[in-house]
C-alpha cells in the first residue's frame, strides 16, 4: 500500500456552525459555551497554488464561455483542477478557536494567472488574477472571490482543510465555488444564485500559528470496553442530519417530458450520535433521530490509499450513495436515479461534544458535509458494486481506482455522467407523469453502523424549467430519516391493504412493500416495491487491505402467491427506460414470478424495483419470496406479513441457477 507520509492528521477543523443550530442538547449545549469562551488564536498562511476544477458544462448551460487558464501549472491534478501559483504578497489570516478554524478575520490570497469568462448576456468577468477575500462576520467561513475590476463575482464555502507537511503547509482540499446573487442576475439566470459551479483547492505555507489542543487519546472504535461501565462498549451510528440537489448538467435537454439526460449531486451532511451514557436526540423530533447505542464510537475516516490504519488495518472510510424516486398518480412507486459511490477521505470533525484530535477520525457528536462539488469529482466515485455494503468493506484490487492490485491509485475511466445520478427528462417531467411526487434519498454508510436506517434521509422535491437549467426546489422538504420506501408505506402505519416487512440477516437486509388498491368490480391493483438496502452474498478474493470482490450481487428473481386468480397487466419497473434488461414474469403452480433474464441486472444493494399486477383477488397475510443471486443455490429469503392474493405454502420452490 502507498503510505502517505506527508500529512499530519490534525484536528484543526471548520467550526461551521455553532453546536446549538445542529440541535445540541444538555451536554452539547455546554460544549458550545465551552468552545466560545476559549481565547482565539491567529493564524495566517501565504503564497503555494491555488487549483480550480469548473463544472464547464454547467457553464455552457449558463451561456458562459470559460477562456482558456492564462499561466496555469502544466500537468492537470488528480481531481481534473487547473492549478495556479499564489503570489507571495499577501496572506490569509484566520481564527482558530479550541483547535477549530472559528473565522477568517483578514488579508487574502492572490493567484497569478486566471480565466477570463464570457457571457452571453452579462459580457466578461474578468478573473485574471482573482483574489480569495475572506468575507469578515460571515456565519461560516467563507472567501469572496474578487475579479479585476474589485467585484466578488464568486465566492467559496464548504471549506474541508488539513494541516499537512508537519504543520506547515494548510490544504484547503475542498471548496465550493458559488455564483454570487448579482452575477446570477448578470448573466440572466436569477436561479441559480448560490449555485456551486466550480470545486476550489489551495495549499498554502503556515507563516504564523498557534499551538494545537494535543491529542485526545486512544481512539474510542467500535467494540472497545467503556472504562468505568461493566457491559458496555462504544458503537458506531452515524445520522444523516440533512441533504439537498443541485442541478449539474444535462446531455441533449429540451425542457418537461424530453429525453436529456440530467445528473443532480447533493450537499449532505452528517453527525455522529451524541450519546455519550445517556439517549440524546442527534436529529431531534425524527422517530429514527436518537441512536440506542448508550455510547457513540468513534468512525475512521481515511482517505483511499493512505493506509494501512486501525483498526481495520486498512484505509477505511464512509461511502456515500444517493437515488431519486417517483410517486405515481396511480399509487405506486418507482426508484428513477440512483449514483455509484462517493469515497470520503476527511472529516471537518464539527461541533464536536468530544473532539478526536484527528481529521480522519469522527468524534462523539461530530459533524462533516461533503458539497456539490466534491461529490461531483471523477477520482471519488466508483461503483456500488466495488463496496459489500453490509460489512462496508472496499474491494481495492481490481477496482477501477486500483486495476493491477499495486496499491498505487490508477486514473479512473470516469466522465462526467459515470457513477452520477443521472434520469430522463421525460421521468420526472412532462404530461406522462401528471400528479406525481418525487424525493431523493441520501446514504452515508460506514462500517459496523448499529443502524442503517438513520444514516439515510429522504426529502420531496419539485422541478421547474425557467430557462436552460432545472431548477430542484428543496424547501418544504418533508425531510425525514430512513428510506423512500417508508414515506411510500409508513411500517409503523401501512394503513389499509397495505404492508410492510423488512428482513434482516447476516449478509444484509432488505424491505418489502406493497399497496393493494380497488378497482371495483372484483379486481384489484397490487404494487410491490422490493428495497435491496444492504443485501448481497458477496465472493471474495485475499484480505484487506488487498481484497478483491468477485461477485457481489442481491436477488435475481421475485416471487408472489396468486393461487388460480387472474392476472393481468403486469409492470415491472428497474427505474430506466431500457426494456431489454427487464425481468421476465411466469406464473407457474399458483406463484407470480419475475425473473431477471441475466444477471447484470440484478436487484443490488442501494436498489429498488417495482413489481405491479392486476387480479380478481383480494389481499390477505401472505408471504413473498426472493431468490438469492448466486450459482447453485435454492435459498430464498421469505418475508411473511406481506398481503398477497394467496398463502405462500413453504417451502417456496424456487429454481436453482
Known amino acids: 500500500m502507498k503510505v502517505s507520509g506527508q500529512r499530519v492528521f490534525k484536528a484543526l477543523v471548520v467550526a461551521m456552525a455553532a453546536a446549538t443550530a445542529m440541535g445540541v442538547q444538555a451536554a452539547g449545549a455546554k460544549s458550545a459555551v465551552a468552545t466560545a469562551s476559549a481565547k482565539a488564536q491567529h493564524w495566517s498562511a501565504s503564497s503555494g497554488t491555488v487549483g480550480v476544477r469548473w463544472n464547464r458544462d454547467l457553464a455552457a448551460d449558463l451561456g458562459l464561455t470559460l477562456g ?57 468577468i474578468d478573473l485574471t488574477n482573482f483574489r480569495l477575500v475572506p468575507r469578515v462576520g460571515a456565519p461560516v467561513p467563507t472567501l469572496d472571490v474578487m475579479g479585476a475590476d474589485g467585484k466578488a463575482w464568486f465566492y467559496l464555502d464548504r471549506v474541508m482543510y488539513e494541516l499537512i507537511d508537519g504543520n506547515q503547509r494548510l490544504a484547503l482540499r475542498t471548496m465550493d465555488l458559488r455564483i454570487s446573487p448579482e452575477l446570477a442576475q448578470r448573466i440572466g439566470h436569477p436561479e441559480v444564485a448560490d449555485w456551486a ?47 439537498s440537489m443541485q442541478y449539474s448538467r444535462c446531455q441533449g435537454c429540451t425542457g418537461a417530458g424530453g429525453n436529456g439526460l440530467t445528473v443532480f449531486t447533493p450537499s449532505s451532511t452528517l ?96 459533524a462533516d458535509v461533503y458539497s456539490v462539488g466534491n461529490n461531483d469529482s471523477n477520482n471519488s466515485l466508483g461503483p456500488r458494486g466495488e463496496i459489500i455494503a453490509a460489512s462496508n468493506v472496499w474491494g481495492r484490487c481490481g477496482s477501477i481506482y486500483d486495476t493491477n492490485c499495486d496499491g498505487f491509485a490508477n486514473s479512473t475511466p470516469n466522465g462526467s455522467y459515470d457513477q452520477r445520478l443521472t434520469v430522463r427528462e421525460s421521468q420526472f417531467s412532462g404530461a406522462a407523469h401528471a400528479g406525481a411526487t418525487y424525493r431523493f434519498e441520501s446514504w452515508y454508510l460506514a462500517r459496523q453502523d448499529i443502524n442503517i436506517l438513520n444514516s439515510m434521509a429522504s426529502a420531496s422535491a419539485s422541478f421547474s424549467r425557467p430557462s436552460t437549467v432545472w431548477v430542484v426546489n428543496n424547501t418544504n422538504n418533508q425531510y425525514r430519516l430512513g428510506p423512500a420506501i417508508d414515506r411510500w408505506v409508513d411500517p409503523t402505519a401501512p394503513g389499509a391493504n397495505a404492508s410492510s416487512v ?114 380478481n383477488q383480494a389481499p390477505s397475510s401472505s408471504a413473498v419470496t426472493m431468490h438469492i443471486a448466486a450459482d447453485n443455490t435454492r435459498d430464498v429469503l421469505r418475508a411473511n406479513g406481506v398481503l398477497a392474493p394467496a398463502a405462500l405454502p413453504r417451502p417456496a420452490a424456487t429454481a436453482s441457477r
Open 502 to 615: 423488512m428482513l434482516t440477516t447476516a449478509e444484509g437486509s432488505v424491505k418489502v412493500a406493497m399497496k393493494a388498491i380497488s378497482l371495483g368490480g372484483g379486481l384489484w391493483r397490487y404494487h410491490y416495491a422490493v428495497m435491496n438496502l444492504d443485501f448481497a452474498r458477496a465472493q471474495t478474493e485475499g484480505a484487506e487491505p488487498n481484497l478483491r470482490v468477485l461477485r457481489n450481487l442481491g436477488f435475481d428473481n421475485f416471487t408472489v402467491p396468486v393461487g388460480a386468480s387472474t392476472v393481468t397487466d403486469l409492470v415491472f419497473s428497474d427505474g430506466d427506460l431500457d426494456g431489454s434488461n427487464d425481468w421476465v414474469a411466469n406464473i407457474r403452480d399458483g406463484r407470480l414470478t419475475w425473473t431477471a433474464a441475466t444477471r447484470g441486472n440484478a436487484l443490488n444493494w442501494g436498489t429498488m424495483f417495482r413489481f405491479s399486477f392486476t387480479t
Open 271 to 366: 453527525r455522529n450520535s451524541l450519546n455519550n451514557g445517556s439517549f440524546v436526540a442527534t436529529v431531534p423530533g425524527d422517530p429514527l433521530g436518537t441512536s440506542t447505542a448508550l455510547y457513540a464510537a468513534d468512525i475512521p475516516w481515511y482517505e483511499k490509499f493512505t493506509g494501512p490504519f486501525a483498526p481495520y488495518n486498512n484505509d477505511q472510510h464512509p461511502y456515500l450513495i444517493w437515488n431519486m424516486y417517483r410517486y405515481n398518480a396511480d399509487g405506486s412507486i418507482d426508484q428513477i436515479g440512483r449514483s455509484g459511490v462517493k469515497h470520503a477521505f476527511l472529516t471537518l470533525n464539527t461541533s464536536c461534544l468530544d473532539n478526536p484530535g484527528n481529521s480522519h477520525i469522527l468524534g462523539l457528536g461530530c
Open 68 to 124: 482558456a487558464a492564462q499561466a496555469r501549472h502544466a500537468r492537470i491534478g488528480a481531481d481534473d483542477h487547473e492549478f495556479f501559483d499564489l503570489q507571495s504578497a499577501g496572506s490569509l489570516d484566520f481564527n482558530v478557536r479550541s483547535g477549530n478554524l472559528d473565522a477568517f478575520v483578514g488579508g487574502s490570497l492572490q493567484a497569478a494567472g486566471g480565466y477570463a469568462i464570457d457571457s452571453r448576456a452579462g459580457g466578461r
Open 197 to 243: 459551479i466550480a470545486d476550489v483547492m489551495v495549499t498554502a505555507n503556515v507563516l504564523r500559528q498557534g499551538p494545537l489542543p494535543a491529542p485526545r487519546g486512544a481512539p474510542k472504535w467500535h467494540g472497545t470496553p467503556v472504562p468505568g461501565v461493566p457491559g458496555q462498549t462504544y458503537q458506531a451510528d452515524l445520522f444523516m442530519t440533512t441533504f
